[in-house]
């Protein structure tokens, strides 16, 4: 039975070639008969084998094999109906089903599938932007638009096209960069930066870009922008792998001009000693200084210079012991009580008691003050400490600040250039109080932490700055730096600065110290090729007066007169 229907069911859908062997067939018989009638009556079996004859057979064969081939295949389409005409299931997955199982179902088949697929997220490829849109001109023309102020096209510093993309970030970036700009114009390109997300992308790229040349170059990015919420994407990217990248960092960390990054400064600098320390101790000037607005901030007249220029009686001379000290604040029992509880054992005891000596400007509060910041143990102490001594705001709280400007910690560290910000007295007579009124302890301290933060850095270069107040600040700090015995900084200002200017006054310094010490120093120095004539004789003057051991000038009230050397330019 099922041959019969395999049979009617290829008759039915061969009918071209049922036709033609019917044909065929007719034909062939028609042939024989004729054959047949004209041969002889003996001669029938040759007939049989004659050429028609065996015609007649080889088409029979040759039908019966197109049957038998049909019938094959057709049975092969009935045992996988699920599958499409052409893909048959191999032969070899039969093997793996078990004997007497039955068949599965191909609903059953497209339900487990759907099943398998329930929850998984089918990863679709983006469609890729289109390089350009509207072009550098029209892009160069909305941004102008959008730096002065005046009204601009969204959709054009929106576009998401590669080549529009870096034409607004490469025209924003010129912008910030011409020294024609106003400040306006800037704040509202570096606000465009951050919006339109170029400052994100630069900070991913940065961290995860591939190689290292595409890190540093989204780090430089970043500092020609001058975003400060890149700020901590810059200081991780201290710690990037490559020496290069880090250098960059550093860099572009300096170019923010903000004091939260100190404090990571500092700790890279300890960890990897391979970064220039030239490029370190700009970019902590930048941070320390510059940014806090610590030398640019309006000065008071310092009373050599007031008295000099004044009408005031040519005989009176202010002496730098002349200071307004605080009271004592022996008699205040709130004080007393206070600094009791500094030596509790408790942290939170310590930072309240700190707090309540800010409200006691008194010459006991700073120096308990001074205590907590150079001896306590928690970092959280100290920069309780270092706010309070800023709440006082006078000029003996100034060598503490700066040596927590060197702190180990990085929040003590921000609590002291936090506090600089907010000293409102003199400056250069600060520096002198310390130089004259410090132990030597204390003095070697802020020294270094003068030399450690960049500031001392900045006061060398700012010893022939045309602005008086900035140079009497700057040879103040240098004379402190001269007292501690900290000649480093100077002696290389002499050597190798590139104004012959500051160079000179550097030697005046010196001349001003008067340390026999410097001797064998001072003879390598004139020995040295690269100094001018001018540097050379200032120099051998400073020498000879060493070396005939007379009295050079020293700091008292009769000869402190000339400290304003810069006035002779």
Known sequence: ????????????????????????????????????????????SSTIFSTYGMTIVLLLVLIGLIVYKRITRTKGKDEFPSLPSGKRQPAETNYLMPVGAAPIEPTMLAERGAHEMEGVQVWERPAEAEPSIYGAYRIDQEVMKLVSGKAHHMDVMASRARDDRRAIETSLIKILES????????????????????????????????????????????????????????????????????????????????????????????????????LLSECLSECSVESLGYLDAPLTEPALLSSGMSGHDGGRTESFLSFEDLPEGAEDRELSDALERLASPDER?????????????????????????????????????????????????????????????????????????????????????????????????????????????????????????????????????????????????????????????????????????LVPKLRELVAHEGLSENVRTALLEVLYKLDQEEPLMDFSPSDNEPATLHNSQ
């Open 1 to 44: 039975m099922p041959t019969k229907n395999f049979t009617l069911r290829f008759l039915q859908r061969t009918p071209t070639a049922v036709i033609a062997a019917v044909f065929l067939l007719l034909s062939s018989a028609t042939v024989t008969r004729a054959a047949l009638q004209d041969a002889p009556a003996d001669s029938w």
């Open 179 to 278: 020294p024609d700009t106003s400040l306006d114009s800037r704040r509202r390109a570096r606000q465009a930066l951050e919006e339109y997300g170029f400052v994100a992308r630069q900070s991913a790229t940065m961290l995860l870009g591939r190689d290292a040349w595409e890190r540093s170059s989204a780090a430089r990015a970043l500092g020609q922008i001058g975003a400060p919420s890149s700020l901590s994407f810059l200081i991780e990217a201290l710690h990037d792998s490559d020496p290069v990248v880090r250098n960059q960092a550093v860099a572009s960390l300096g170019s923010l001009k903000m004091p939260a990054a100190i404090g990571a400064l500092l700790d890279i600098a300890r960890r990897h000693p391979d970064i220039p320390a030239s």
């Open 349 to 517: 005891t310590r930072a309240s008691a700190v707090q309540e000596l800010s409200l006691h400007p008194a010459q006991r509060s700073v120096s308990a003050l001074a205590s907590v910041v150079l001896n306590d143990t928690d970092p959280s102490v100290r920069s309780a400490a270092v706010s309070a001594m800023g709440s006082i705001d006078h000029e003996s709280v100034l060598g503490p600040v700066l040596i927590a400007l060197a702190d180990e910690s990085r929040i003590v560290r921000a609590a002291a250039a936090r506090t600089l910000t907010g000293l409102h007295f003199d400056r250069a007579d600060a520096y002198v109080r310390v130089m004259e009124t410090a132990e030597p302890a204390m003095l070697t301290q802020v020294a270094r932490a003068c030399i450690k933060t960049g500031i001392a850095a900045q006061a060398i270069d700012r010893l022939a700055s045309e602005d008086r107040h900035q140079a009497y600040e700057a040879f103040s700090l240098s004379s402190l730096l001269a007292r501690a015995n900290e000649f480093a900084t100077i002696l290389e200002a002499i050597q190798n600065h590139r104004d012959e200017e500051v160079r000179l006054c550097a030697v005046r310094v010196l001349n001003v110290a008067g340390q026999a010490s």
